[in-house]
């Protein structure tokens, strides 16, 4: 089910429109998000739904969108002629098969190959051999993506017009990419103009004024996203170490003795409660909407970090008037957990389960809708 627009929310949303986002404060989130566009609580579909189909591809984003997810979740990079692509990784040798291809560039960035070029791997293969049980033969050759196709995706399905959550990955990397992906979203019109209508609840978030938010963990491209786009929602993304909140303990993972990165970075934690709401304030004082913490999962794994959802870490950001899209949950004892300390949306690679559990269960299974798209 969308999110719910109340009276309150438009009254939010007036006053937000008038400027007065002070006003907004102290208004429960709920109608934060709806004042926005932004479903509450939102499904954020990480790299797609890329537990059952390769990450990024064609695969992945059309089943996200068929499932219902709120939102196409995608890590933006620039090819070497200048093409927008969605990739997580800096090089391309864990997703595709760079290194057959191009032996003697497989260690490059994946900014050092044209789009011609990036379009000649196989962005598929690699979750087969990964993934065994979840293979399937139409994934093979599968390609990375534009960030054109990704929006040919999201608007193709007339009962549901999911939004994009794009992140500026590396920005360093490419300089101006936060002006170029404005080029991008305004050619393909995907910038609503300040103050446009909500989100049309029958159709989807990408129907209405939430149908982009940004999102970054670098204060730069914070700040450069909204010169370029002031109207567009903003998510400053968190994280305990280098290039985030500083840590409490100076101890290395490698003087830690920890066996695995992931048990390291499940203790760490900020450096004190004044340096968290330093980076709180800091996304607020910017124009952000909201924050993207991470996450300690109850099970480990490689996408489990610091505990950045505590209740009081989300209240405190609620009281600034910010949002919480936590990253990246696949688990239903960790939907749990991390909605019970207060998030109001979540980053997943299991979009299906994610809305199974927000009772917004798809209309046809993972495979059923799988083989719909002929995979
Ligand atoms: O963008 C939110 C989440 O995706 C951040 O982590 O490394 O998966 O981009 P990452
Ligand atoms: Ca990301």
Request: hydrophobic content about 40%; overall charge neutral.
């Amino acid at each position: 089910m969308p999110a719910t627009f109340t009276k309150s929310a438009l009254l939010l949303s007036l006053l937000l429109g008038l400027g007065q986002a002070q006003a907004a404060s102290h208004a429960e989130p709920n109608v934060v998000a709806a004042a926005h566009g932004i479903p509450h609580p939102a499904v954020i579909a990480h790299r797609g739904a890329s537990f059952d189909a390769p990450e990024s591809t064609a695969a992945s984003y059309r089943l996200a969108r068929d499932l219902g997810a709120d939102y196409l979740e995608m890590d933006l990079q620039r090819s070497k002629d200048g093409v927008l692509f969605a990739l997580h990784d800096n090089n391309l040798q864990r997703t595709t098969d760079v290194a057959t291809k191009f032996p003697d560039r497989k260690d490059s960035p994946a900014n050092a190959f044209t789009m011609a070029e990036l379009k000649t791997l196989d962005a598929g293969s690699w979750y087969n051999a990964k993934y065994p049980d979840r293979a399937r033969p139409s994934y093979v050759g599968l390609k990375i993506l534009t960030l054109d196709e990704i929006i040919d995706i999201a608007q193709a399905n007339a009962q549901h017009k999911p939004g994009l959550y794009i992140e500026t990955k590396e920005p360093q990397l490419f300089p101006g990419i936060e002006h170029d992906l404005k080029e991008k979203l305004q050619d393909r019109g995907w910038l609503s103009p300040a103050g446009s209508k909500l989100a049309k609840s029958a159709l989807g978030v990408g129907q209405g004024k939430g149908k982009v938010i940004l999102q970054t963990f670098e204060k730069n491209s914070l700040e450069l996203l909204q010169k370029e786009m002031p109207q567009v929602p903003k998510i400053l993304l968190l994280w305990v170490g280098e290039g985030g909140m500083d840590a409490k303990s100076k101890v290395t993972f490698a003087e830690s003795g920890e066996k695995d990165k992931n048990a390291y970075y499940g203790k760490q934690e900020p450096k004190s409660e004044a340096e968290f709401k330093q980076w709180i304030d800091y996304a607020k004082a910017q124009g952000a909407i909201g924050t993207g913490p991470s996450a300690k999962l109850t099970h480990g794994g490689d996408q489990s970090y610091s505990d950045l959802v505590q209740p009081w870490m989300n209240k405190y950001t609620h009281d600034q008037g910010l949002l919480v899209h936590v990253y990246t949950v696949d688990e239903p004892v960790d939907f749990e957990k991390v909605m019970a300390a207060g998030v109001d949306g979540i980053f997943t690679n299991r979009a299906s389960e994610l809305l199974k559990f927000y009772k917004r269960p798809a209309a046809a299974s993972v495979d059923q809708l799988l083989k719909n798209n002929g995979y």
